[in-house]
């Protein structure tokens, strides 16, 4: 990974993002998020879209950590300490989504829902992290509750 990281340094930010995504693939269900927690400053250098991606993969590598699971992901979450960009904010949610796939776990849903109520989510970003987090947890589930 540092072989890749230090090889598209100057090739932008498309192939930046690739080596995050493989970096979140290779290590997916592993919760070895070594390499992104040594390079915060690298990783930082996504912007917009791409950042949201980036705090989502944290989801791919913690998928069905649900002990530690919604840990990890709350720092990115909207009033964490330091977040200032939307694009990880609503990537945290989708990042939530991912580890707690399937599993219909109302504390998580109750956040997810909570956050679709807040003043924030009215811009069109972080709706997209927080629907895509309510789908993946609620996922094969048949629930036929109201979510909202």
Request: charged share 15%; hydrophobic share 40%; glycine share 12%.
């Amino acid at each position: 990974m540092k072989n890749l990281m230090k090889s598209v340094d100057k090739s932008g930010a498309v192939c930046h993002l690739g080596v995050i995504i493989a970096n979140s693939f290779m290590n997916s269900h592993t919760r070895n998020d070594k390499f992104l927690k040594e390079n915060l400053e690298w990783v930082s250098k996504a912007t917009n879209w791409a950042r949201f991606t980036a705090t989502a993969s944290l989801g791919a590598i913690h998928m069905g950590n649900k002990s530690k699971g919604y840990d990890v992901i709350k720092p990115y979450m909207p009033g964490g300490e330091g977040v200032p960009s939307i694009y990880t904010q609503a990537g945290s949610y989708y990042g939530l989504g991912l580890i707690f796939q399937g599993s219909n776990d109302e504390v998580i849903l109750g956040v997810l829902v909570d956050a679709l109520n807040a003043p924030t989510s009215t811009r069109d970003i972080m709706q997209h992290g927080i629907y895509l987090g309510i789908g993946l947890v609620a996922m094969g589930t048949h629930n036929p509750s109201k979510l909202t």
